[in-house]
């Protein structure tokens, strides 16, 4: 069992920034292809950003592309995203998964075998 660990959310104000934390479990977490997903109120959960499990491949959607940087630290288990120049509408809470039998990125949720529990992350105008 995988267990995930979010922390870092908070309220900030627009073009402000804020740093996710994601604890992980598990024997082979450097073997783990790791994502963030994020969902607001009424909408699907989206693809934020995944990272391979040798750090060295990301992949972020474009809403967030030049604004959040995603990096790992396999020797203490974590996986962050950095939020720069966040805007109203990355409110939403933020989600770390795990993908324990893929080396490739994916964006699709349903790839993805351990969530935590999420972290809000709120942006006022």
């Known amino acids: 069992q995988v267990q995930l660990v979010e922390s870092g959310g908070g309220l900030v104000q627009a073009g402000g920034s804020l740093r996710l934390s994601c604890a992980a479990s598990g024997r082979t977490f450097s073997r783990y292809t790791m994502g963030w997903f994020r969902q607001a109120p009424g909408k699907e959960r989206e693809f934020v950003a995944g990272?391979?499990?040798?750090?060295?491949?990301?992949t972020y959607t474009d809403s967030v592309e030049g604004r959040f940087t995603i990096s790992r630290d396999n020797t203490k288990n974590m996986v962050y995203l950095r939020m720069n120049s966040l805007k109203p509408e990355d409110t939403a809470v933020y989600y770390c998964?795990?993908?324990?039998?893929?080396?490739?990125?994916?964006?699709?949720?349903?790839?993805?075998?351990?969530w935590g529990q999420g972290t809000q992350v709120t942006v006022s105008s």
């Open positions: 990272i391979s499990w040798s750090g060295g491949d990301t």
């Open positions: 998964a795990a993908d324990t039998d893929q080396r490739l990125i994916s964006k699709t949720e349903r790839v993805y075998d351990y």
